[in-house]
């Protein structure tokens, strides 16, 4: 009897310290619209298994790839280094450059140069001969906390994000069950150096990229499930709407191709616990003070989708059993093929347009993300 005693008093004291504490974070109520049924072009499928695996278990969580006009492949890792697998994709990748922080998302501009959003340095430039110059860290007083997104224009205008003004990548998940406004999408001028914040109070900020006709930008605000269009020209220049609403899990990079299909690379499924967290902001306080492994998270699913210019979804590509192709955070389109990055695997996917099911044709072989 006394040793029960001893053991409720210590699990007394353990959930008073436990209910105590103060919480990471000031949630914010959200009601989530319903998800979207999965069917159609959203029916289960496993095409994303048709893919080939490229450096399996060498790679340290590749969230993002880009190529360059000699078909070599880049991406960055959980350690910092920029890697680069030669235009076979057969050899070894190879370490490059280290950035000295966490490199996430990468882009070629029309001067060789990978534009690099590092989620802890800001935006980086790294010269053909491996040279990495900051190019800005900061907008309007406000520095970066988790530079994510980026994307080239045809004029050399650079468009990027930066998630969470508030939390780092390593507490990245606290920042999208908070529910609050901390991200923003940022333009850079590299002939004058400006940087611009073109719209704030976005929710955790990710993938970005710029249309085909250069008027406009697609952003994806994650944990809200849906994409932004921005307009950069036109009678709408400056504003933004809603482009894809409630998809059927989170956003995260964004890629174009020529014939103007958006890829949207989505890490997960979207979760009914973290929806039902929404609804109760106080008890996604209570769960942000629990270890991050008890935290709700990604699920093991792999999926991506293709939209056309209006929003709506044409193909998806999926691998319900998620130990294939899972957590995918990156679809991008080079030289006609589709080549997928993960920030919670070790290895990247690679599939030829040809073989997607739903598109009209497959897509002319380009250079690099240009």
């Not at 998806?316 to 993960?342: C, K, P």
Request: glycine share 10%; hydrophobic share 40%.
């Amino acid at each position: 009897m006394k040793w029960l005693l001893i053991l409720l008093l210590i699990v007394f004291l353990l959930l008073g310290s436990f209910l105590l504490s103060p919480s990471p974070i000031d949630s914010h109520g959200w009601q989530p619209p319903s998800p979207p049924a999965l069917s159609g072009a959203l029916s289960p499928n496993e095409r994303l298994r048709l893919s080939d695996i490229l450096a399996r278990g060498q790679l340290e969580h590749p969230e993002d790839t880009a190529m360059d006009d000699q078909g070599r492949l880049y991406t960055g890792t959980a350690d910092g280094w920029i890697m680069r697998l030669e235009a076979d994709s057969e050899s070894d990748p190879q370490r490059w450059v280290e950035t000295g922080g966490r490199p996430l998302g990468l882009v070629f501009d029309h001067n060789g140069n990978l534009i690099v959003a590092d989620a802890e340095r800001g935006l980086l430039e790294v010269s053909p001969a491996g040279e990495v110059r900051m190019l800005t860290r900061e907008a309007e007083g406000l520095p970066f906390r988790l530079t994510d997104g980026v994307d080239v224009a045809p004029d050399g205008m650079i468009y990027f994000t930066d998630a969470s003004s508030r939390h780092s990548l390593a507490d990245h998940q606290l920042d999208m069950l908070a529910m609050r406004p901390n991200g923003r999408l940022l333009s850079h001028n590299p002939a004058t150096g400006r940087t611009r914040v073109l719209l704030r109070n976005l929710y955790f900020a990710n993938g970005v990229v710029v249309s085909p006709g250069a008027d406009f930008l697609l952003v994806a605000e994650t944990p809200r499930y849906r994409l932004l269009r921005f307009w950069l020209t036109g009678p709408k220049q400056g504003q933004a709407e809603v482009f894809a609403d409630n998809l059927p899990g989170f956003p995260d990079n964004l890629d174009v191709d020529r014939r103007g299909r958006y890829w949207v690379a989505l890490p997960s499924l979207r979760q009914p616990g973290l929806d039902f967290l929404h609804r109760h902001p106080w008890l996604k306080d209570l769960v942000a003070r629990l270890p991050e492994s008890l935290r709700p998270g990604a699920g093991h699913y792999g999926l991506v989708l293709a939209l056309d210019g209006e929003g709506n979804v044409i193909t998806s590509l999926q691998d319900t059993r998620g130990d294939y192709l899972w957590g995918l955070t990156s679809a991008r389109v080079h030289n006609g093929e589709l080549f997928f990055g993960s920030l919670y695997s070790k290895r990247l996917g690679r599939l030829p347009l040809s073989a997607v099911p739903g598109l009209e044709e497959a897509e002319s072989p380009r250079t690099g993300n240009l």
